[in-house]
């Protein structure tokens, strides 16, 4: 389900002084996202499993690529698009800034780095505040990293055009349309005359002319794919991507996007998101149960439904709706850190064997999820409360480490060598984090 992050730092995006942006992680909208983009991936010669989708909560438009192969995209922009073909044609765009290595700068520290770490650097502001800089912590306050963001992701700025063109290539050999790609740029098109202050962070950070939009229009027409349609299945996914966006975003919207008739799967989603994001328990329980009802093999319903059942203090009834989750999409650690985060919390201090449980949980989920923060936070929870005091340093070390902490980092890994058998696995460990913060030192 949508979980909003912020275990590192609040992320400022100053084209929106005022307000937060964030990190959210979904696995139904990631997994729907993969699902469109494959043939993209495919057509590429890239691993679908080595570019990961990060979603930030955002009114803006905007996709950039960072640290590698990440893709990160606001929801602004995924809210602004009319079906699925729109968006993979931003993705084969961006998928061109990876494979022509555009995208350079800080993309050593940035390729060790979680998620919130990585935004946090691209505005300009987060390594110096994780290294305790008050002056960068001060600009905060004045919009100017904004300049510090454009700054960073700019360095594509003279790679538009040979994005665009891979794009157009990665569509045909993908035997996909390109006219998604087109009728989104066209979209974008208007804004050039505007000043720069009115302008969609795309269009700031990727320069869109009257000519881009043009050639883009010619190689997609030429096409012999430009008349073929995406699946009807991946528009109903998109409907449903865009209903779980509003309700988690706009709630109170939700009743005037969505007539009281429609009982499509996005509408009561979108109601059924809504009535919980507005804490109005009864009917949120009783519109997943409608969902659960019509599409009992769907696992995001039975997700949603634990993580309703968790915010709303019944932690304990979460776990039979995780477990069923969990055993539909075995593979999802964001699922499975769900789940253990329940029976972290249904297990408090005494049920070792329910802790045990969790533990096994977030080292699957882990491989699924190597830059999460959470679970190295979550592990160092249960290993705490097991009396295993070395690990859950251990665990405390690596945390700090992808949050740039590395101060802390050393600390939590000197404690951790010491409780730990030497030459053990996690001593080793141990033992690597120490080397990697010294090796940046030098």
């Known amino acids: 389900m949508m979980r909003f992050v912020l275990s590192f730092l609040l992320i400022f995006f100053f084209a929106l002084p005022a307000q937060a942006q964030t990190i959210i992680r979904d696995t139904e909208i990631e997994t729907y996202m993969t699902e469109w983009f494959a043939p993209i991936f495919k057509a590429a010669g890239m691993d679908p499993s080595q570019v990961k989708i990060i979603l930030v909560q955002s009114p803006d438009v905007n996709a950039f690529v960072a640290g590698g192969s990440n893709i990160f995209f606001y929801t602004g922009l995924l809210e602004k698009t009319d079906g699925p073909d729109e ?134 027409e030429k096409s012999v794919h430009y008349n073929k349609e995406v699946p009807g299945k991946w528009r109903d996914q998109h409907a449903r991507m865009k209903a779980k966006l509003i309700g988690f975003i706009s709630p109170q919207q939700v009743d005037w996007i969505y007539d009281q008739r429609d009982k499509s799967i996005g509408a009561l989603t979108a109601r059924a998101v809504a009535a919980y994001r507005q804490n109005r328990v ?46 539909m999409r075995p593979n999802s650690g964001l699922i499975r850190t769900a789940y253990a985060h329940a029976q972290i919390e249904t297990a408090g201090q005494n049920d070792r064997a329910l802790l045990g449980k969790a533990i096994e949980n977030l080292l699957t989920a882990q491989r699924a999820e190597p830059r999460s923060t959470r679970i190295h936070r979550l592990l160092a929870t249960a290993y705490g409360r097991l009396g295993q005091d070395g690990q859950a340093r251990l665990h405390l070390a690596e945390e700090a480490v992808l949050q740039r902490k590395f101060d802390y980092a050393k600390t939590q890994a000197n404690t951790a060598l010491r409780a730990l058998p030497e030459g053990s696995r996690e001593w080793l460990k141990a033992k690597d984090v120490l080397n990697y913060i010294e090796n940046r030192k030098k």
Request: no cysteine.
């Open 87 to 220: 968006l993979i044609g931003v993705m084969a765009h961006e998928l061109g800034h990876i494979a022509g290595g555009h995208l350079v700068r800080a993309r050593e520290a940035l390729e060790h780095a979680s998620y919130e770490s990585i935004l946090g650097m691209i505005i300009g502001v987060g390594a110096a505040i994780a290294a305790g800089d008050g002056g960068a912590a001060a600009a905060i306050g004045t919009g100017t990293t904004s300049m510090a963001q454009r700054k960073f992701l700019s360095t594509a700025r003279t790679y538009e055009s040979s994005a665009d063109q891979y794009a157009l290539t990665a569509l045909d050999r993908a035997e996909m349309s390109a006219k998604g790609f087109l009728t989104f740029m066209e979209k974008l098109g208007d804004q050039e005359a505007l000043p720069a202050s009115q302008q969609s962070e795309y269009v700031r950070t990727h320069p869109l002319t009257r000519t881009r939009i043009d050639t883009i229009r010619a190689g997609a």
């Open 282 to 327: 009864p009917e949120a329980l009783g519109l997943i149960d409608q969902l659960i009802e019509k599409e009992p093999g769907n696992p995001y319903h039975h997700e949603l439904k634990g993580q309703m059942l968790v915010d709303f203090g019944r932690v304990r009834e979460a776990l039979p709706s995780y477990e069923k989750a969990t055993k």
